[in-house]
């Protein structure tokens, strides 16, 4: 309570608005316009334009500067700010009055590289790439209907809410293990490891879910660290991990099996949805009752043609008294019906084997017209009749050279009618050409 002899004295109460307004107007008099340079923490976009942030100092100190950019400056930008990146903003200091915060509203930001964090990240990401960590090659698929679920994360932290109460409305037959661990500071990593160590040797979750919820890059640093990234990248167990919100990305979302945008995403990536289980139960018992219906329909069709068919067992005679009639008439037709075949068969033979007689007849006497017409052109009787002399020794023995006569000697002529005995006179040898 305030004192009422200090009440009336001459010192001035102020009132909370008037403070605020007092300490602005001093602020923006001193720091009218200042350059501050730091690491961006906790940068968001809202939907007017308007942006916000942290500033803190590159080198870990603990100080921070909350900054506001409006949407006129923030639309002069040349780049887009993000968590870690090192930057100049030019501004100045005021009060925000409906909170009492000092905050820096910034007219400008140019950027100035990347913060000490966000290099390592960078580095480590590249290093651990090149080993094969973060190889797609390398993931496995989620079972499709895990029975337990494994959920590392702090017990005390919102994640496991969201978790929990994302697996109970989407999948309430699925039970879930906790592991619990620290998600930030010092003891969190060596934590997280004993975590995803313990939850693969004992191998009693089809699946684990590593989470966490949305913070800075340091508050998320433990899921950057290597020894974390490489317990999630050999776990044999499949991991989904969901740390931070949708625009955070760790190295262990890297190195997981499956990377979810926020603990409820990474629950609802890894149950399926029990009412969608249940539509696809009564669409397919909905088809098992239409085909097994079709089913027995057709059988009972085919139950009620046999039935007409044994309840009438006449036309079935019928049929087969038909059929015999058919065959007695085919029976009996065969026999005349072969036998003509047969005559036409034997009437063409006959036919065939008369042209076949003529036509050899014909061919032999032409053969033997042609054989006597060259016979009698090669008589040697032709030949004499047309003046021309046989001359032999008297003995048969033809004399076809004058070497073989001698003057004096006789030869015997041979005419067409007749022979005649001669004596030679001279003999005159043709002269040699």
């Not at 009132?15 to 340079?37: K, N, T």
């Not at 499956?258 to 088809?287: G, M, W, Y």
Request: net charge positive; with cysteine.
């Amino acid at each position: 309570m305030i004192d009422p002899r200090e009440a009336a004295s001459n010192r001035r109460v102020w009132g909370v608005a008037g403070l605020l307004e007092a300490v602005s107007q001093s602020l923006a008099e001193r720091f009218s316009v200042v350059v501050v340079g730091g690491e961006i923490a906790g940068f968001t976009r809202a939907a007017s334009g308007h942006c916000y942030f942290g500033l803190k100092d590159a080198d870990g100190q603990a100080a921070s500067l909350r900054c506001a950019m409006f949407r006129r400056a923030a639309a002069m930008l040349d780049f887009a700010p993000g968590e870690g990146v090192l930057v100049e903003v030019r501004g100045r200091v005021a009060v925000y009055e409906p909170r009492g915060e000092l905050q820096f509203v910034v007219e400008a930001m140019r950027r100035a590289g990347a913060g000490t964090l966000y290099e390592q990240f960078l580095k480590l990401r590249a290093r651990l790439a090149a080993e094969g960590l973060f190889d797609e090659e390398a993931k496995r698929a989620l079972p499709s209907h895990p029975r337990r679920i494994g959920v590392i994360t702090s017990a005390a932290g919102a994640a496991l809410h969201d978790v929990l109460t994302a697996l109970a409305r989407r999948a309430p037959q699925a039970e879930v293990v906790v592991y619990p661990s620290p998600v930030q500071g010092a003891e969190a990593p060596p934590a997280l490891v004993r975590a995803l160590q313990t939850a693969n040797a004992r191998a009693e979750v089809d699946v684990l879910l590593l989470v966490r919820g949305g913070g800075s890059l340091e508050d998320l640093w433990a899921f950057n660290d290597e020894r974390v990234v490489r317990a999630v990248a050999t776990s044999a167990l499949p991991i989904v991990c969901g740390v931070g919100h949708e625009t955070d990305v760790t190295l262990c979302d890297l190195a997981a099996d499956l990377r979810a945008p926020t603990p409820t995403a990474a629950a609802e990536l890894a149950a399926p949805s029990r009412a969608h289980l249940l539509q696809r139960l009564e669409s397919l018992e909905r088809s098992l009752v239409l085909r097994t219906d079709h089913r027995l329909q057709s059988l009972a069709q085919r139950l009620d043609r046999l039935a007409l068919r044994l309840a009438r067992p006449s036309d079935s005679l019928a049929r087969q008294r038909r059929l015999l009639e058919l065959l007695a008439q085919r029976a009996s037709a065969a026999p005349r019906r072969r036998i003509e075949l047969q005559g036409q068969r034997l009437t063409h033979l006959e036919q065939r084997h008369e042209r076949a007689h003529r036509e050899i007849l014909v061919r032999q006497h032409t053969r033997l017209d042609s054989l006597q017409a060259r016979l009698l052109a090669l008589d040697p009787q032709h030949v004499l009749a047309r003046g021309y002399a046989w001359l032999d020794d008297g003995q048969g023995g033809a004399i076809t050279s004058v070497q073989a006569l001698q003057p004096g000697g006789e030869v015997r002529a041979v005419l067409a009618d007749g022979a005649a005995d001669m004596q030679i006179l001279r003999v005159r040898p043709l002269p040699q050409g």
